[in-house]
């Protein structure tokens, strides 16, 4: 008994202790914890680092710190819509937030609701007849609206959903938080989607546009699938690298859009537009951009629109014609070295010769055109040419060497009389006499304006086959311009040679670039549609009504894009390159719009104003041509050294700006004068330093107004004051001492 009882004491006394115990290791324990909870808030958490310092809530609007806010909700949206209407708003150059939130419905219980409701029109608008009322459009549409979609949800195409959109804008003051908003509002407003600010509600706006998934406002509108997917918020792509050349400038974002088409899979491009879209524009644009980057430029020019830009950069102007000087053997051969190459030369040769002879011919029988294949080789072994490299740089045959061979031939006469005309008749000189150009030049353009229409398609075929010879004979970086390719689309022989060199041009380093107003004759042909989806890059500028449905259906256009191309400015339209697009417009500056315009207008001021020029035989009568000609120039005026107010327009062209005093002419520099053929008032570097007049004078005097000079040309010298400000390195001018003492003075 006692011992029970002593045990119980000891457990009484033990559980006590172990009590104890825990109190106190409970007591250290908060005090760990408030010595860490103190701890902590004396150092930054992340909230704190991203908390703003105060919020204060307004009205209609919230200020974090120094930032305004404002929470925008849609509640209306128009009965039809575009793809890609939210794009505007994401490209908008303003801090914007967008928060969506897309419920599903069930679909049983939206078809019992629209039977309701349809029921309930049907009713209003028997009412309405019985009382002879006008009938209402909007209930009738409304009607319509929900039994089409209560067929397609009953059919289970479309599924239903309840879409709400949400914008806060941010701005660093009241006035900027006022204009994003008449921003935001136009933006949307424009495409009949409505919206308004949450009043009372900025709170609760600005938690559901946070990243958190959470819908504080909770003001919804009823959508469909189809109209649902237009609000998917598809940004533009950007296509800016940091090689190539500035096509232009993107329309979606005011990115700049700087691409080197050689970087694609292939360096082919394709350019579609109406007449006066500004194809040629961009074309010559993009030439010239090139050239300067060392790449080599050919080009078929059918209509002289490239002569004034060859002139500019020292190019070969070569205008084919049947009373030019200029000619092309279609006979040549590339040069080559490798034995396994020679017989394939020679075989794609005599293919380009077959196509050429039946595009001369209009078309030729199966027999005939075995007789003409047998003919051609023939013809070369006629001249020692054989499939061994070394042969071929023997001199070639030509159409009139083809013509004896045909003779000797049996079943030829019908292939010989038609082949007279161009070896004896009307045509002969232009495809029977030997190659007399080159291609040593960086910039090369072939005219054929002045070729009868029917020669027109001969003549590029014949120029494009001389061209890929050399192009396979030595690689370099070239770019091959095809203007008006629709010509050779109309023809089938031309077409599929124009296509095999769209295929194969990769592999020697050369872009093709084909051009056409005519889209019809060239995605007409399969050999047209083949062209285009061997081209990496494409560009679309205006389109007609017509066109438009055949471009939307070959590059997969989306309404909204084919509205952008019938509705386009000059210079607009679509850039594709490889999987990306983008809205493009076209930007030159002032001196490359001189050399590329296309505006006849344009074109014949600029004429006019240098007829003026290269006439003028007093410094007044030089001075307002040189203004005449400058006159379209934009006012943007800089100050030079001397104090003198000249726009960088002015400086580069280096001609007399509109303040030039009436006894002073700024001489147009060498480049100008030969680019734009201007006075020729200038001479080399070189002779103005070795001229002893030169060598004896005062340079400084040249910038003094009262100190006169007189620059002498052609035999006929302009008194004038030159400016040493407009004499840059390779400019100079004929120093002619005036031994007039009324001058001088």
Same mark, same amino acid.
């Given at each position: 008994?006692?011992?029970?009882?002593?045990?119980?004491?000891?457990?009484?006394?033990?559980?006590?202790?172990?009590?104890?115990?825990?109190?106190?290791?409970?007591?250290?324990?908060?005090?760990?914890?408030?010595?860490?909870?103190?701890?902590?808030?004396?150092?930054?958490?992340?909230?704190?680092?991203?908390?703003?310092?105060?919020?204060?809530?307004?009205?209609?609007?919230?200020?974090?710190?120094?930032?305004?806010?404002?929470?925008?909700?849609?509640?209306?949206?128009?009965?039809?819509?575009?793809?890609?209407?939210?794009?505007?708003?994401?490209n908008?150059?303003?801090?914007?937030?967008?928060?969506?939130?897309?419920?599903?419905?069930?679909?049983?219980?939206?078809?019992?609701?629209?039977?309701?409701?349809?029921?309930?029109?049907?009713?209003?608008?028997?009412?309405?007849a019985?009382k002879?009322?006008?009938?209402?459009?909007?209930?009738?549409?409304?009607?319509?609206?929900?039994?089409?979609?209560?067929?397609?949800?009953?059919?289970?195409?479309?599924?239903?959903?309840?879409?709400?959109?949400?914008?806060?804008?941010?701005?660093?003051?009241?006035?900027?938080?006022?204009?994003?908003?008449?921003?935001?509002?136009?933006?949307?407003?424009?495409?009949?989607?409505?919206?308004?600010?949450?009043?009372?509600?900025?709170?609760?706006?600005?938690?559901?546009?946070?990243?958190?998934?959470?819908?504080?406002?909770?003001?919804?509108?009823?959508?469909?699938?189809?109209?649902?997917?237009?609000?998917?918020?598809?940004t533009?792509?950007?296509?800016?690298?940091?090689?190539?050349?500035?096509y232009?400038?993107?329309?979606?974002?005011?990115?700049?859009?700087?691409?080197?088409?050689?970087?694609?899979?292939?360096?082919?491009?394709?350019?579609?537009?109406?007449?006066?879209?500004?194809? /040629?524009?961009? &074309?010559?644009l +993009?030439? =010239?951009?090139? #050239? $300067? @980057? %060392?790449?080599?430029?050919?080009?078929?020019?059918?209509?002289?629109?490239?002569?004034?830009?060859?002139?500019?950069?020292?190019?070969?102007?070569?205008?084919?014609?049947?009373n030019?000087?200029?000619?092309?053997?279609?006979?040549?051969?590339?040069?080559?070295?490798?034995?396994?190459?020679?017989?394939?030369?020679?075989? /794609?040769?005599? &293919?380009?010769? +077959?196509? =050429?002879?039946? #595009? $001369? @011919? %209009?078309?030729?029988?199966?027999?005939?055109?075995?007789?003409?294949?047998?003919?051609?080789?023939?013809?070369?072994?006629?001249?020692?040419?054989?499939?061994?490299?070394?042969?071929?740089?023997?001199?070639?045959?030509?159409?009139?060497?083809?013509?004896?061979?045909?003779?000797?031939?049996?079943?030829?006469?019908?292939?010989?009389?038609?082949?007279?005309?161009?070896t004896?008749?009307?045509?002969?000189?232009?495809?029977?006499?030997?190659?007399?150009?080159?291609?040593?030049?960086?910039?090369?353009?072939?005219?054929?304006?002045?070729?009868?229409?029917?020669?027109?398609?001969?003549?590029?075929?014949?120029?494009?086959?001389?061209?890929?010879n050399?192009?396979?004979?030595?690689?370099?970086?070239r770019?091959?311009?095809?203007?008006?390719?629709?010509?050779?689309?109309?023809?089938?022989?031309?077409?599929?040679?124009?296509?095999s060199?769209?295929?194969?041009?990769?592999?020697?380093?050369?872009?093709?670039?084909?051009?056409?107003?005519?889209?019809?004759?060239?995605?007409?042909?399969?050999?047209?549609?083949?062209?285009?989806?061997?081209?990496?890059?494409?560009?679309?500028?205006?389109?007609?009504p017509?066109?438009?449905?055949?471009?939307?259906?070959?590059?997969?256009?989306?309404?909204?894009?084919?509205?952008?191309?019938?509705?386009?400015?000059?210079?607009?339209?679509?850039?594709?390159?490889?999987?990306?697009?983008?809205?493009?417009?076209?930007?030159?500056?002032?001196?490359?719009?001189?050399?590329?315009?296309?505006?006849p207008?344009?074109?014949?001021?600029?004429?006019?104003?240098?007829?003026?020029?290269?006439?003028?035989?007093?410094?007044?009568?030089?001075?307002?041509?040189?203004?005449?000609?400058?006159?379209?120039?934009?006012?943007?005026?800089?100050?030079?050294?001397?104090?003198?107010?000249?726009?960088?327009?002015?400086?580069?062209?280096?001609?007399?700006?509109?303040?030039?005093?009436?006894?002073?002419?700024?001489?147009?520099?060498?480049?100008?004068?030969?680019n734009?053929?201007?006075?020729?008032?200038?001479?080399?570097?070189?002779?103005?330093?070795?001229?002893?007049?030169?060598?004896?004078?005062?340079?400084?005097?040249?910038?003094?107004?009262?100190e006169?000079?007189?620059?002498?040309?052609?035999?006929?010298?302009?008194?004038?004051?030159?400016?040493?400000?407009?004499?840059?390195?390779?400019?100079?001018v004929?120093?002619?001492?005036?031994?007039?003492?009324?001058?001088?003075?």
């Open positions: 008994m006692f011992g029970r009882f002593t045990n119980v004491l000891m457990g009484a006394k033990a559980r006590q202790e172990q009590k104890q115990q825990h109190t106190a290791t409970t007591s250290e324990q908060k005090q760990a914890l408030e010595a860490r909870k103190v701890f902590e808030e004396g150092v930054a958490s992340v909230r704190d680092l991203i908390a703003p310092s105060a919020l204060e809530i307004d009205f209609d609007y919230m200020r974090l710190s120094e930032k305004y806010v404002r929470t925008f909700f849609v509640y209306a949206y128009p009965r039809f819509i575009f793809t890609n209407w939210l794009s505007p708003i994401v908008m150059d303003a801090a914007i937030d967008i928060s969506m939130f897309v419920y599903p419905v069930e679909s049983r219980a939206v078809l019992e609701n629209l039977r309701k409701r349809v029921a309930q029109m049907d009713s209003t608008m028997s009412i309405e019985e002879g009322k006008v009938r209402d459009p909007a209930l009738q549409a409304a009607v319509g609206d929900a039994e089409e979609l209560r067929d397609k949800l009953q059919m289970g195409e479309l599924r239903f959903f309840q879409f709400a959109l949400y914008f806060t804008i941010f701005a660093d003051s009241k006035e900027e938080l006022e204009t994003v908003t008449k921003r935001l509002e136009t933006i949307l407003g424009s495409t009949l989607i409505y919206t308004k600010p949450a009043h009372l509600q900025q709170e609760q706006g600005f938690n559901s546009t946070l990243p958190i998934s959470k819908d504080e406002l909770y003001i919804t509108r009823n959508m469909d699938t189809g109209s649902l997917s237009t609000a998917f918020p598809f533009s792509t950007e296509l800016s690298s940091n090689t190539g050349i500035l232009g400038m993107n329309r979606h974002n005011n990115t700049l859009i700087i691409f080197d088409r050689f970087s694609l899979e292939n360096a082919n491009s394709v350019i579609f537009a109406k007449s006066g879209a500004g194809k /040629s524009y961009a &074309v010559k +993009e030439a =010239l951009r090139y #050239l $300067m @980057l %060392g790449t080599d430029i050919i080009i078929i020019d059918p209509e002289k629109e490239y002569e004034n830009l060859a002139r500019a950069v020292d190019g070969a102007y070569l205008n084919l014609s049947l030019s000087d200029y000619r092309i053997n279609p006979f040549d051969l590339p040069v080559t070295t490798e034995a396994e190459e020679g017989e394939d030369v020679l075989r /794609s040769n005599v &293919v380009a010769l +077959e196509g =050429l002879i039946k #595009l $001369m @011919l %209009g078309g030729l029988s199966p027999e005939e055109e075995a007789i003409l294949e047998k003919s051609i080789y023939e013809t070369y072994a006629a001249h020692d040419i054989t499939a061994d490299p070394q042969t071929h740089a023997s001199p070639a045959p030509t159409m009139t060497d083809l013509a004896q061979i045909l003779g000797d031939m049996g079943g030829a006469d019908r292939i010989l009389t038609k082949l007279k005309k161009f004896e008749g009307t045509f002969a000189g232009l495809f029977n006499r030997p190659t007399n150009i080159d291609l040593n030049n960086k910039f090369v353009v072939f005219s054929i304006r002045d070729l009868e229409d029917q020669l027109r398609p001969i003549a590029m075929h014949m120029v494009i086959n001389y061209v890929w050399m192009v396979r004979a030595n690689m370099k970086k770019l091959l311009i095809v203007d008006e390719a629709w010509n050779l689309m109309q023809h089938e022989d031309s077409a599929k040679f124009i296509y060199i769209a295929k194969r041009a990769r592999k020697y380093y050369l872009g093709l670039t084909t051009v056409s107003q005519d889209v019809e004759d060239m995605l007409g042909s399969k050999w047209g549609n083949a062209i285009v989806n061997n081209s990496s890059l494409q560009l679309l500028l205006k389109q007609s017509a066109a438009v449905d055949k471009i939307a259906a070959v590059f997969k256009l989306t309404e909204g894009e084919q509205m952008q191309l019938l509705n386009a400015n000059v210079g607009d339209g679509l850039f594709f390159a490889g999987p990306d697009h983008v809205a493009i417009h076209i930007y030159a500056s002032y001196t490359e719009d001189q050399l590329i315009t296309t505006n207008k344009e074109l014949l001021e600029i004429a006019q104003a240098e007829d003026a020029l290269g006439n003028a035989t007093t410094p007044q009568e030089a001075k307002k041509a040189a203004k005449k000609l400058v006159s379209n120039m934009p006012p943007s005026p800089e100050v030079t050294e001397s104090g003198q107010q000249i726009s960088p327009a002015y400086e580069e062209a280096n001609v007399a700006p509109a303040n030039v005093a009436d006894d002073q002419v700024m001489v147009p520099v060498k480049k100008t004068t030969e734009l053929g201007l006075h020729p008032l200038v001479a080399d570097e070189k002779e103005i330093t070795d001229h002893p007049d030169f060598r004896n004078t005062d340079t400084t005097d040249l910038n003094v107004p009262d006169k000079q007189s620059v002498q040309s052609d035999d006929k010298s302009v008194g004038s004051a030159v400016d040493e400000s407009v004499l840059k390195e390779g400019q100079s004929e120093i002619i001492e005036d031994n007039n003492p009324q001058n001088k003075e």
